[in-house]
């Protein structure tokens, strides 16, 4: 499998062999090889759900394998926890930072590490010339003193970074450390680990954003479905390799064959905007409309501004602006409760957190916002709830051994079904699937594209959001890209190409102040 | 569906699904074992007298721990039940001693139907301050209800001074009288507290179960944001839950001071942490979203049974708190335990489920 053209004046710090990691419901690593070099970058990129940060937990000690093992230095360990990976010098830089907003730069840096006289007294003095001397190194001048939560994402990000290197790490994971940085603060990123690599840090350094991967990687790996596909020096790396391997040369079936007539209208967002904390817009001036029987996909990195679309269409900004339209006439409820009412269903991408009420049966998740349906004078009715609640299961092909045991017992392609069923249940004309298959295996992906395509087939307007490109190019009719919450391009489905959706999606996170004219003219 | 998985776990697993069911009705279990255990233990325990004695005592407590249930399956908290039924209290006696100066040498006495309606409306009415609070100016509950605890002791002790309204017995002429038919009255033989617990604990039982309301309380306290986004209106659950708690206090109030014809300003002292430890020990998880009326009214029970056994026993009063407290933690370590029964066995179902598949 490992075409292994390493130029060998890089050391392996850490090993990575056999690993296999289950989850109830899905193999998130499937015997993965994986090697890290020290005084150089080794990208690791794959689609979401591949496994990347499966594989990044396991190795900063998050999380264990349920088989293979990890060799440091040629020595083989095992890390009960972070604590035990930061003792062989692994440091993270985790994705959502883990940061407190209630508490100082130093002593974020310091935490559970304190500085003390006497193991009791803490030295304040001593942790904020440490935590000043870090941000020199990283070129900042955050002050020690500054709470936290008053910091941009992109210092929060520099933080996160002087955690790390406060603990001398040696191995150095980046999760998509440029997701939320502005342009200026990706050269300073870039000129930190340049340094990194030259005082013999080995960076394991895991994005979505292709061409930042060649600016800086030595070494690449590609993940897909919790197996390696490619593992190689970068050099002479392009673009369209790196897309073959995530993607895969055979194509998992999606299932676009049907095919239907469009209706009329039955959504439209007019000049939707929603001003950001920070200044300027997370959504800037986003216009959709859609037909009975389309699916439009919203292409776009994390950050761009898809989701708070959604949120603002479901009535959770009261700062958001704009019109929205069903069927013609204006969305003027302000509940959701009256926007569900009206026909639109939202499919959260935060499945846990938004979605389901984990503790509570199947059932009662799937009826939650069809209550009314079951109700007459006050009584509810428990069986006619049921008989609706078993026909879904049954139309959804959802495997439930109980409806009435919690929904938190099931897998996460089945837990997806509930939320979809959840949704139908209302009877929509507009659904709304924010990232539909994010954490559910590849069998349950295609049974719920293909209950995509059906349901749009049925005469729903399907809207869903996506950073998986091979799925937005095969679902949808329609392609949006949105970068920076604004919408950058349009394609139909015949004329999108990957390549043009990826250089559309990176509109205004490129470097150069002329890339700002290109934008104008790929705007429509 | 149900058919295959029942099969498929009753072949296995039956020794896990009896203790299971065990573990479910252990409130129940409890209930038998101290009522068995004071049935030898105590002199005159199964005597007709002390049945009506001891429900009666019962019925207080399961008054404010219905409210209490409803408040914490939604995650939160309500302190101020205690203070309310002093508060309530005192207005019945008020409206019935003094009834209400209108200030034009006036003074305008009701009749005991609408003290009552009164009295329950003051306790809605700080159920009400209780939510809004919450709701709209996002105090945190603990806080909130803790506010409003000390505002309604306060303004109970003020409304007479700190003392006591004697002699509620109420005045034929203006129709007042006939307070104490709540506290001591009875009807087929049962007292009517009694009568009025049932009457409250069923519609409490129907709401949970039987009503989009029930089910919203539910949803609320598992994942706010996720009933939000299902067109839960959450706030308005929210004021239900702590409206209908002070209703509950309300009557407690009322139903206090008809028993002893008398409303004191410190009634009800420490009763909401009584009312919390029965909704617990009924199995209402405080982290919100489970909980039944059914298992809280049982709770009450084990609660009420024990202390008035204890001291029919003769058992200090200072070990029967400690009895208390250790019954409380017990309650709540075997329900971990049911929690983590019911979650494996549910998985086993699932997985079974995927075998058959294949």
Redesign the interface.
């Known amino acids: 499998m490992n075409d292994l053209s390493y130029n060998e004046e890089h050391q392996i710090g850490l090993k990575v062999r056999g690993a296999t990691k289950v989850y109830p419901g899905t193999l998130a690593l499937n015997e993965v090889d994986f090697d890290v070099r020290l005084g150089a970058v080794n990208v690791l990129v794959g689609e979401n759900g591949a496994g990347k940060s499966t594989l990044m937990k396991v190795i900063a000690g998050v999380e264990q394998l349920t088989a293979g093992e990890i060799a440091v230095d040629g020595k083989r360990v095992q890390f009960a926890d972070t604590r035990a990976a930061a003792a062989h010098g692994i440091g993270i830089v985790f994705q959502e930072l883990n940061l407190f907003p209630n508490m100082t730069v130093a002593d974020n840096i310091f935490i559970a590490r304190e500085k003390t006289r006497g193991g009791v007294d803490i030295d304040s003095r001593s942790q904020q010339a440490e935590a000043a001397s870090l941000m020199k190194r990283l070129e900042h001048d955050i002050s020690p003193d500054a709470l936290v939560g008053e910091l941009s994402i992109g210092e929060q990000q520099i933080v996160e970074i002087a955690k790390a290197l406060a603990q001398d790490a040696r191995i150095l994971i980046m999760d998509e450390p440029t997701s939320a940085l502005s342009a200026a603060e990706v050269e300073i990123l870039f000129r930190v680990i340049r340094d990194l690599k030259k005082s013999g840090v080995g960076i394991i350094y895991i994005s979505h954003r292709l061409e930042e991967l060649i600016l800086i990687g030595d070494y690449i790996t590609v993940l897909r479905d919790g197996c390696i596909t490619g593992s190689r020096s970068m050099a002479g790396v392009e673009v369209s390799w790196i897309v073959r391997n995530m993607i895969g040369a055979a194509s998992k079936d999606f299932s676009k064959s049907l095919t239907h007539q469009l209706g009329a209208e039955v959504f439209r967002a007019e000049d939707i905007c929603l001003p950001s904390k920070n200044g300027g817009f997370v959504v800037d001036r986003v216009s959709v409309s859609l037909k009975a029987g389309e699916i439009v996909g919203i292409y776009g990195l994390m950050g761009a501004g898809r989701s708070e679309f959604f949120e603002c269409i479901m009535a959770q900004h009261p700062m958001c602006t704009g019109k929205f339209y069903v069927d013609g006439k204006p969305l003027d409820e302000t509940s959701v409760a009256g926007r569900i009412e009206r026909g639109i269903a939202l499919i959260p991408e935060d499945r846990k957190g938004a979605g389901l009420v984990q503790i509570l049966p199947i059932r009662e998740n799937m009826s939650l916002s069809s209550l009314i349906k079951f109700t007459k004078r006050g009584y509810l009715s428990i069986k006619k709830e049921r008989k609706a609640v078993a026909d879904m299961v049954r139309d959804l092909f959802i495997k439930v051994a109980s409806v009435e045991n919690p929904v938190s017992s099931l897998s996460g392609g089945n837990q997806q079904k509930v939320v979809i069923g959840k949704a139908l249940m209302t009877n929509p004309k507009l659904l709304l699937m924010d990232e539909p298959s994010r954490g559910i295996d590849i069998g349950a992906k295609g049974e719920v594209f293909q209950e995509m395509r059906k349901l749009a087939a049925d005469g729903l307007g399907i809207l869903f959001v996506t950073s998986d490109l091979e799925e937005v190019m095969s679902l949808s009719d329609r392609i949006l890209v949105m970068s920076k919450g604004r919408v950058i391009k349009e394609f139909s489905q015949q004329e999108a190409t990957e390549e043009q959706i990826i250089a559309a999606s990176a509109v205004g996170h490129t470097t150069t102040s002329q890339k700002t004219a290109e934008n104008r003219e790929l705007q429509i | 569906?149900?058919s295959?998985?029942?099969a498929?776990t009753a072949s296995g697993n039956s020794n896990q699904t009896w203790l299971l069911l065990l573990l479910k009705l252990r409130t129940f279990i409890a209930l038998i074992l101290v009522f068995a255990f004071f049935a030898f233990a105590a002199p005159n325990f199964l005597s007709a007298a002390n049945f009506v004695i001891m429900s009666k005592h019962v019925a207080l407590n399961a008054f404010l721990a219905i409210g209490m249930t409803f408040v914490i399956i939604t995650g939160g908290i309500d302190l101020s039940v205690g203070s309310i039924v002093g508060l309530c209290g005192m207005v019945a006696g008020w409206l019935i001693l003094n009834g209400v100066d209108l200030g034009i040498g006036y003074t305008l006495y009701f009749n005991i139907f609408e003290i009552f309606a009164i009295t329950l409306f003051v306790g809605v009415l700080f159920g009400a301050i209780n939510g809004a609070l919450i709701t709209k100016l996002n105090v945190a509950p603990f806080i909130a209800t803790l506010g409003t605890l000390y505002v309604a002791r306060g303004l109970a002790l003020l409304s007479s001074d700190g003392a006591t309204f004697p002699n509620l017995v109420g005045n034929p002429e203006y129709g007042s009288n006939g307070l104490s038919v709540l506290g001591s009255g009875a009807f087929m033989g049962i007292p009517v507290s009694i009568w009025i617990l049932i009457a409250v604990g069923c519609g409490a039982a129907y709401i949970a179960g039987?009503?989009?309301l029930?089910?919203?309380i539910?949803?609320v306290g598992?994942?706010e944001?996720?009933?939000?986004?299902?067109?839960?209106?959450v706030n308005r659950v929210k004021m239900f839950v702590y409206m209908f708690s002070g209703f509950c206090a309300a009557i407690v109030g009322l139903v206090i001071s008809s028993q002893l014809v008398a409303s004191h300003p410190a009634t009800g002292e420490t009763f909401e942490l009584n009312a919390i430890a029965a909704a617990v020990l009924g199995g209402t998880s405080m982290s919100g979203?489970?909980g039944r009326i059914a298992g809280t009214i049982i709770g009450a029970f084990v609660i009420g049974i024990l202390s008035d056994g204890l001291v029919m026993m003769g058992v200090s009063s200072f070990w029967q708190t400690v009895i208390k407290g250790l019954v409380i933690i017990a309650a709540v370590v075997v329900d971990q335990a049911q929690q983590r029964l019911?979650?494996k066995v549910?998985?086993q179902?699932?997985a079974?489920?995927?075998k058959q598949?294949g």
């Open positions: 569906m149900t295959i998985a029942s498929g039987r009503t989009p029930g089910r919203h539910y949803a598992g994942n944001q996720a009933a939000a986004l299902s067109g839960v209106k979203g489970r019911q979650a549910a998985l179902q699932q079974a489920l995927s598949e």
